[in-house]
């Protein structure tokens, strides 16, 4: 792959990151791969193995062509093939459809920040296969019944327009709020969702951790996933809404590490990061002022969980530099 024009500073950065990424997801799923005994679900994660190994070697050519350091990523270092299966029931295709959303998050914007068609063709391609793996692990998992559909809905009959400002009032004690709308109730909805197997995801993680403070930290994280599920039930149960997103999937009594404690506290940044655009997402699309607050509280507790296991990454010596600018000031003070 010859590229004839050098690849700008923003995608540097975003190649580093996709490869770090994505290194890091195929080491997990070679782990559930090698664990799974349904053979629809590994042909799945096989084909989604491959997919993205062709790109992180596309991405690896361009790293040599641009005579860049290629980031250390996620090795066979990092995955323990031989530990016992953690997770159960149809978990793994669940933790797919995650990384698949938040994948077609993060292609969004990487494509935004490029300019070099080889750069292009690779954040092209990768949201094709995600998609095609979103879809295919849906399908899957609604098949088997491991997947909850959201809430039906009384289809509208005619269409009105917002005739006052109290359709944005959410703060009265008794009564007069309105019923949620729909978008707002497809926000809350994914987000009991993604917490609920993110909490099944962590819980395993914790489990597992070798080093004392990771351990605490997953621990922090399952209370954290189950004070925002208890805060969006709470408004669905406000409009009448009694649904309950639980996936079918479980985890294990295991305590032998599949992963290292660096892949999993990478994983759980990358999910922090997910669940922060969530947030956002949330905010400014609901259209009740008091569910803004609380998607916001929500978002305030997710950074800050987050910084904290940023601070255990660089503690340990697990968190990998991004490259970066040269600093001038220090090349013309020549220390």
């Not at 070798?210 to 605490?216: A, L, P, R, S, T």
Request: with cysteine.
């Amino acid at each position: 792959m010859i590229l004839t024009n050098p690849i700008s500073a923003p995608e540097v950065g975003t190649l580093w990151l996709t490869y770090v990424e994505k290194t890091l997801i195929m080491r997990m799923l070679e782990y559930f791969i090698e664990k799974s005994d349904d053979q629809e679900a590994r042909n799945i994660m096989g084909g989604l193995w491959q997919e993205l190994n062709y790109f992180v070697v596309q991405m690896e050519e361009i790293f040599t062509n641009q005579k860049m350091a290629k980031p250390v990523g996620y090795t066979k270092e990092n995955v323990n093939l031989e530990a016992p299966k953690l997770f159960d029931n149809g978990f793994d295709i669940m933790f797919v459809r995650i990384l698949k959303e938040v994948s077609m998050g993060m292609y969004t914007i990487n494509m935004n920040m490029a300019y070099n068609d080889k750069v292009i063709q690779i954040y092209e391609g990768l949201t094709s296969v995600t998609q095609k793996f979103y879809k295919l692990s849906t399908l899957y998992l609604l098949e088997k019944g491991i997947l909850t559909l959201p809430p039906k809905v009384t289809m509208p009959k005619t269409t009105e327009f917002i005739k006052s400002k109290r359709y944005m009032q959410g703060f009265k004690p008794f009564g007069d709020k309105r019923t949620l709308n729909d978008m707002e109730l497809g926000i809350i909805h994914h987000g009991i969702e993604t917490n609920n197997i993110g909490m099944q995801l962590i819980t395993g993680f914790a489990q597992c951790a070798v080093n004392k403070d990771v351990k605490q930290y997953f621990v922090k994280g399952i209370e954290l996933c189950k004070k925002q599920i208890k805060t969006f039930e709470e408004m669905l149960l406000e409009s009448n809404v009694h649904f309950s997103a639980t996936s079918g999937s479980t985890v294990t009594t295991s305590t032998m590490a599949p992963f290292s404690d660096n892949l999993m506290m990478h994983c759980v940044y990358l999910l922090n990061g997910f669940g922060l655009v969530g947030g956002s997402f949330g905010t400014f699309f609901s259209l009740r002022n008091d569910i803004c607050i609380k998607f916001s509280l929500i978002a305030k507790d997710i950074y800050f969980y987050g910084q904290e296991g940023i601070e255990i990454k660089i503690k340990h010596g697990w968190f990998e530099e991004p490259p970066q600018m040269e600093d001038r000031a220090q090349i013309i003070k020549g220390d």
